[in-house]
């Protein structure tokens, strides 16, 4: 069983993720936002939300540098591909890995680079 500690610490690093998802599929390139996906008939739940994360953490964990984790959700409205690029180990001593990632949901698609960083219990954080 986990602790309520871990268990905070895990749901907080959930929230960071699932924010990062979000603003994957409302921006088309850094500085410059677009409608929110539900303005254009896509609306994602939170549980489409958790399902994108929780790829993520996956192709993170479980693919090395190069290879790309193509997935899509059970009902059809979401898929990706997560290709993490490099790992390398921060000046925290943690190790880190550049991931590139591809969202659609319904006819909008957004691409995005970024850094997650291995906590203690396993987890991967968004580096912010």
């Given at each position: 069983m986990r602790s309520t500690c871990e268990i905070e610490t895990i749901?907080?690093?959930l929230?960071?993720?699932v924010?990062?998802?979000a603003f994957i599929l409302m921006t088309s390139s850094p500085g410059?936002?677009?409608e929110a996906p539900t303005a254009r008939g896509v609306s994602l739940s939170q549980s489409d939300r958790v399902a994108a994360l929780e790829n993520v953490q996956y192709a993170l964990t479980e693919?090395?540098?190069g290879a790309s984790y193509v997935w899509q959700r059970g009902n059809g409205r979401l898929s990706g591909v997560i290709q993490p690029t490099s790992s390398f180990v921060d000046?925290?001593?943690r190790v880190c890995r550049h991931i590139v990632v591809l969202l659609s949901a319904g006819e909008k698609s957004r691409k995005t680079e970024a850094v997650a960083c291995r906590l203690g219990n396993g987890v991967w954080r968004f580096d912010s």
């Open positions: 749901f907080a690093t929230l960071v993720g924010v990062a998802v410059t936002t677009q693919l090395g540098d000046g925290k001593g």
